[in-house]
C-alpha cells in the first residue's frame, strides 16, 4: 500500500506557471508507475500525465503536451508535475495517483490505477 498527498496547487493567472507535488509514503514507490489526473466542476476526471516506474517514460493527453512536464524523484519519493502556460481550462482539482508495483499498462486509464491522493485545487484566472 503506498499513501499519497499532493501540494502545490493555487490561484495563478493564465500563462503562469506551477509545479505539483505528490509525496508518496509506503512501500515499494521506485517500482510503481506514476500518473497524475484532473477532474474540474461537472466534468468526469480525466488523465493528464503519467511516467513509469523507472522514469523512461512518459506520457502525456493532448490538451497538455508541450505545456506540462511528469517527473520523479524516487529517492525523495516524489512525482512532480510542472505546469507551464496554463489556461483557465486548466482548473481543477488535480489527483496524483500510483499503479500497482511493476504495472506500465494503460497509463493514463485511472480505472488501472490502485491508490489515490486526496487531490489539490488548481484555478487558473483569466
Known amino acids: 500500500q503506498v499513501q499519497l498527498v499532493e501540494s502545490g496547487g493555487g490561484l495563478v493567472q493564465a500563462g503562469a506557471s506551477l509545479r505539483l507535488s505528490c509525496a508518496a509514503s509506503?512501500?515499494?514507490?521506485?517500482?510503481?508507475?506514476m500518473g497524475w489526473f484532473r477532474q474540474a466542476p461537472g466534468k468526469e476526471r480525466e488523465p493528464v500525465a503519467a511516467?513509469?516506474?523507472?522514469?523512461?517514460?512518459?506520457y502525456y493527453a493532448d490538451s497538455v503536451k508541450g505545456r506540462f512536464t511528469i517527473s520523479r524523484d524516487n529517492a525523495k519519493n516524489t512525482v512532480y508535475l510542472q505546469m507551464s502556460s496554463l489556461k483557465p481550462e486548466d482548473t481543477a482539482v488535480y489527483y496524483c495517483?500510483?499503479?500497482?508495483?511493476?504495472?506500465?499498462?494503460?497509463?493514463?486509464?485511472?480505472?488501472?490505477?490502485?491508490?489515490w491522493g486526496q487531490g489539490t485545487q488548481v484555478t487558473v484566472s483569466s
Open positions: 509506503g512501500r515499494m514507490f521506485s517500482n510503481r508507475s
Open positions: 511516467i513509469t516506474w523507472s522514469g523512461a517514460g512518459t
Open positions: 495517483a500510483a499503479k500497482p508495483p511493476w504495472s506500465v499498462y494503460e497509463l493514463l486509464d485511472g480505472t488501472f490505477y490502485a491508490n
